[in-house]
T-cell receptor, first 114, second 113 residues
Framework: DTAVSQTPKYLVTQMGNDKSIKCEQN?????MYWYKQDSKKFLKIMFS???????INETVPNRFSPKSPDKAHLNLHINSLELGDSAVYFC?????????????FGNGTRLTVT | AQSVTQPDIHITVSEGASLELRCNYS??????LFWYVQSPGQGLQLLLK????DTLVQGIKGFEAEFKRSQSSFNLRKPSVHWSDAAEYFC???????????WGAGTKLIIKP
């Protein structure tokens, strides 16, 4: 059983398009996250939801909008895609605070904007 | 501001040799310390964590790490590496004063046959 699953695994699209990435966790965790990993492997947190409530919203263009329909799902919608959005996006979950609880990551979505 | 430094961008080790990956942090109090591993094309997986207590912690896959407060370090070790250990390793430090999790830039481990 996959603990944190995200789809799609690869996403190739053109500039200006709108796309979504879906994430689901079956661990019963109360907190979910979106991370962005750039080409140099640097990890940057984008958003965090606790029990469907947004608790972290880092400096991210407002073209990125997370949506959490329930505790087990956190989707990421991106409008008007730009070349600089190309990266690997990871969904993660934890039970409790993200700074003091282990994170469980999905396998990532590699987004390529052409 | 708090920071996490992994001084080695990449390390090459022969299979069967010992390994030490370095992690240094700047933080006043005792932080929450983590090591994660990212295999190619995969997400990150927790190797081990330190919150308090015994400063030598054991993790999965035969890894261990030692917290040294005096050196602000949390180095990861393995006595004998296997080819399957080739991956990117990330150190992360949790800060409960401003609720941040700060990531190192990662160290790529290359295994020589």
């Amino acid at each position: 059983d996959t603990a944190v699953s995200q789809t799609p695994k690869y996403l190739v699209t053109q500039m200006g398009n709108d796309k979504s990435i879906k994430c689901e966790q079956n661990l019963g965790h109360d907190t979910m996250y979106w991370y962005k990993q750039d080409s140099k492997k640097f990890l940057k947190i984008m958003f965090s939801y606790n029990n469907k409530e947004l608790i972290i919203n880092e400096t991210v263009p407002n073209r990125f909008s997370p949506k959490s329909p329930d505790k087990a799902h956190l989707n990421l919608h991106i409008n008007s895609l730009e070349l600089g959005d190309s990266a690997v996006y990871f969904c993660a979950s934890s039970q409790g605070g993200f700074y003091n609880s282990p994170l469980h990551f999905g396998n990532g979505t590699r987004l390529t904007v052409t | 501001a708090q920071s996490v430094t992994q001084p080695d961008i990449h390390i090459t080790v022969s299979e069967g040799a010992s390994l030490e990956l370095r992690c240094n942090y700047s933080y006043g109090a005792t932080p929450y310390l983590f090591w994660y591993v990212q295999s190619p094309g995969q997400g990150l997986q927790l190797l081990l964590k330190y919150f308090s207590g015994d400063t030598l912690v054991q993790g999965i896959k035969g890894f261990e790490a030692e917290f040294k407060r005096s050196q602000s370090s949390f180095n990861l070790r393995k006595p004998s590496v296997h080819w399957s250990d080739a991956a990117e390793y990330f150190c992360a430090v949790g800060d409960d004063s401003n609720y941040q999790l700060i990531w190192g830039a990662g160290t790529k481990l290359i295994i020589k046959p």
